[in-house]
């Protein structure tokens, strides 16, 4: 019998899983940014923030920055350590060639340098063991076919002492705000998908993806089972979104 996964709400063969998951960010690189903001009504780049605010990047370290499509957490990263007067060595993985695109087209325009932009896959990263001390990932792992084996891959590259963490949207969120969350993720998003991005499918499946990603105590053991040490996590938005994180020990 095939092996299936969750697309969304629909079971689909694993091995498909990664390329329809490449189709939704082609067709919606260009407009990802703009989207991110009428979607959250800005609040992502609050979240995106404080995510950066709590990795507290130091300028002596290697950041890895995975699923970091066009560049936004990177961009953050790189803001910081310039205000502490260093520049760091961040690296922006992605395995999309389009969103790739989009972050160096974006990085052009704001004159930013050294940013080491890289197309690979979370699951089998073709980078050396030990070798990033900071590991981010925000909004990324949920879209992973095998997430697993993407933390693993992190745990792997990171040297002893290395950090962990991850930003996604979880379930659930504040019960009082159940009803009106879901009435805007179900009808709202997939409409302003159609109307911006001209793709409502992709956004519906953004949507249902969300709804499938693992609670969070669950996805805590996750991370621990790849073998991180004092994995915790804390919520913003009424729980809409949480940060989780490791170390390497
Ligand atoms: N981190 C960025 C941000 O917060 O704006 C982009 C997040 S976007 C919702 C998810 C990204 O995950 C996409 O750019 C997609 O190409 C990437 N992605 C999905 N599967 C991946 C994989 N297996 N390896 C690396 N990147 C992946």
């Not at 990047?57 to 790189?78: K, S």
């Not at 930003?167 to 911006?196: D, H, M, Q």
């Not at 915790?232 to 729980?239: D, K, L, Q």
Request: charged share 25%; with cysteine.
């Amino acid at each position: 019998m095939t092996e299936t996964t969750s697309f969304g709400f629909q079971d689909v063969p694993t091995q498909d899983k990664q390329g329809m998951v490449g189709e939704v960010f082609s067709s919606v690189a260009a407009d990802y940014d703009r989207m991110n903001d009428a979607m959250s009504l800005g609040v992502h780049r609050l979240w995106k923030n404080t995510f950066v605010k709590q990795i507290n990047p130091r300028h002596d370290e290697a950041f890895l920055d995975v699923a970091g499509g066009t560049g936004d957490i990177a961009f953050r990263i790189q803001d910081k350590l310039a205000k502490r007067g260093g520049i760091g060595e961040i690296t922006v993985l992605d395995i999309n060639a389009e969103m790739l695109a989009e972050g160096r087209r974006r990085a052009e325009e704001q004159s930013r340098e050294d940013l080491i932009w890289l197309e690979d896959n979370a699951e089998a990263l073709e980078l050396p063991d030990s070798s990033f001390d900071c590991y981010s990932i925000a909004f990324g792992i949920r879209n992973v076919t095998n997430i697993p084996a993407a933390l693993s891959e992190a745990h792997r590259v990171l040297k002893r002492g290395g950090r962990f963490f991850c930003l996604e949207f979880t379930a659930p969120v504040l019960p009082a705000l159940e009803p009106i969350y879901k009435a805007y993720s179900f009808n709202v998003i997939p409409w302003l998908g159609g109307r911006i991005a001209g793709d409502r499918a992709s956004y519906q499946y953004l949507v249902e993806s969300i709804r499938k990603f693992p609670a969070k105590p669950a996805f805590a053991d996750l991370i621990r089972q790849a073998g991180f040490s004092n994995v915790r996590f804390n919520t913003m938005s009424a729980g809409i979104v949480a940060v989780h994180s490791g170390w390497k020990l």
